[in-house]
């Protein structure tokens, strides 16, 4: 069971905290041996000081030692050494900073972050945001303006330094950080472990559906989680859950991948892993990892940018199925069906990526996909080509829509063909433990990988129309299994 301390050299000004927040001295962190065994601990450190070799510097420092889940870490406190580094940090939200400071009335501009939260709640954005970046519990950012709005400084404030103004600010800022988003459930709840689900509400064909989210968020919580939904603005709140689900389509240039990342070095158990996320999403990668290990695929090359003109297709018959190394949900694939088709498309994919994967074609009615969970079989789904596409997804029908989809039949791991299963558990197999979505073509009696997904799909009335609510079930306690 997780364990949440704030670390402060008077506790007794800490009042009306959350059911199971403990408020010790560093002292009392630093000698006491039951803070040392539990390693299912998570630590917000308010000691007056984080200079190098102070009580707030040893308190993050033995956090860090000690597996302990600390705000902030050593690591971040190292940052604030170097001011340029951080400052070109925030230049990625530069357009944001323009936005939200247009209508300032000064030049100059101080900002109090606690948690996350700001005093100006149309600032609020900026404070989340700088908040995701740099993970202190107070933090004092300065804006200012020449010719356009720039951060001129950001350092950590501790709790003696903050204005009087600011306190009840840095109280409720806490509590809502130490409660999370469903505060009242957490307050009463007696369930052991917290997860997050990070969506995106925005994305358009997203993993899982809203109903398939809500079976989750059912399904976690009647094996023993809390669960939230977080999306990309709650990166800070991580260090809060024992366990990360990701139901956002991943890539590795992408927030998902630090996300996955973040919640892999804090000890969470999380889903698509890192290492999962950066072998299934690159496709060069892939093809050359299947290939070593002799997994039957389709035929393939790879072609690089510096030899669009030496191309050597030998034993290629057209058409071709052209690749970006990086593509999801059926985009970022072509089908050429002559030379110059290719070298057109070639041309378009070169401009994001110094290799292409040129594929053989095999025409089929139907794609297979199994669902593998910990090199187990877990669903098996025929996903049937959109109607007049050779692809299941169509994304530009002549009908106008934003996309056609073809049909699907869903068939219980009992009754689909051993061969198939044994190949979808090879193949994860070099990937890793996790929850897969593999692709493969049958042509006659034989099986080709197309590809394995770290994020598969997993729609309501679709994967889990066998299963039902076991589907959900099985994968959450299989988050449950690996933190008990």
């Known amino acids: 069971m997780s364990t949440k301390y704030i670390i402060t050299e008077k506790p007794d000004q800490w009042t009306g905290l959350p059911v199971g927040v403990e408020v010790i001295t560093p002292s009392e962190y630093f000698s006491e041996e039951s803070y040392l065994k539990n390693r299912k601990v998570k630590v917000v450190n308010l000691c007056k000081s984080y200079q190098y070799q102070s009580l707030g510097y040893y308190v993050s420092l033995l956090a860090g030692a000690r597996g302990h889940k600390v705000m902030p870490e050593i690591a971040t406190l190292q940052d604030f050494r170097f001011p340029s580094l951080m400052k070109e940090d925030a230049e990625d939200f530069e357009d944001l900073i323009q936005q939200y400071l247009k209508k300032q009335s000064t030049d100059k501009l101080e900002l109090i972050i606690c948690f996350g939260k700001v005093e100006e709640n149309k600032l609020g954005r900026i404070g989340s945001l700088l908040f995701n970046l740099f993970q202190v519990p107070i933090l004092k950012a300065t804006f200012v303006k020449k010719d356009k709005w720039a951060l001129n400084s950001l350092k950590p404030l501790n709790v003696v330094d903050l204005p009087e103004q600011s306190k009840s600010l840095l109280q409720q800022a806490l509590q ?6 469903n505060r009242l459930l957490k307050q009463y709840s007696r369930k052991k472990y917290d997860m997050a689900i990070l969506v995106n509400p925005e994305e358009t064909t997203p993993p899982s559906d809203k109903k398939a989210i809500q079976n989750f968020v059912k399904a976690g919580e009647k094996v023993g989680f809390n669960v939230d939904l977080i999306t990309r603005n709650d990166f800070a709140k991580l260090i809060q859950y024992d366990a990360l689900f990701i139901r956002e389509t991943t890539n590795v240039n992408h927030h998902t991948f630090k996300f996955a990342k973040k919640a892999a070095a804090e000890g969470l158990v999380v889903m698509d892993d890192p290492d999962s996320i950066l072998k299934c999403t690159n496709k060069v990668y892939l093809s050359e990892l299947l290939r070593a290990n002799k997994i039957p695929t389709p035929e393939y090359y790879i072609i690089k940018k510096d030899r669009l003109d030496r191309i050597d297709m030998k ?4 058409p071709i199925i052209v690749k970006q190394p990086d593509g999801a949900f059926s985009k970022g694939v072509k089908k050429a069906k002559t030379e110059q088709e290719l070298k057109e498309v070639l041309k378009d994919f070169f401009q994001t990526s110094e290799l292409v994967i040129a594929q053989e074609f095999i025409p ?7 669902g593998v969970l910990n090199n187990k079989p877990l669903y098996v789904c ?5 109607e007049g596409h050779w692809q299941i997804v169509n994304w530009q029908p002549e009908s106008g829509a934003e996309y056609d989809e073809g049909n699907f039949e869903t068939l219980s791991v009992a009754d689909a063909p051993k ?3 044994d190949l979808a558990v090879k193949a994860t197999s070099f990937i890793g433990d996790g929850l897969y979505g593999v692709d493969i073509k049958q042509s006659g009696k034989k099986y080709y990988i197309i590809e394995i997904n770290d994020n598969p799909s997993l729609d309501d009335g ?13 994968i959450m306690q299989e988050f449950m299994n690996r933190l008990i």
């Not at 809502?176 to 988003?181: D, N």
Request: glycine share 8%.
């Open 176 to 181: 809502e950080y130490l409660m999370g988003k």
């Open 315 to 318: 034993g290629f018959e057209y």
């Open 364 to 370: 089929t009615d139907f794609d297979w996909r199994i």
């Open 382 to 386: 025929k996903y049937f080509m959109a």
């Open 419 to 421: 061969a198939l299963l």
């Open 462 to 474: 679709i994967e889990d129309a066998v299963l039902k609510g076991q589907l959900y079930q099985t």
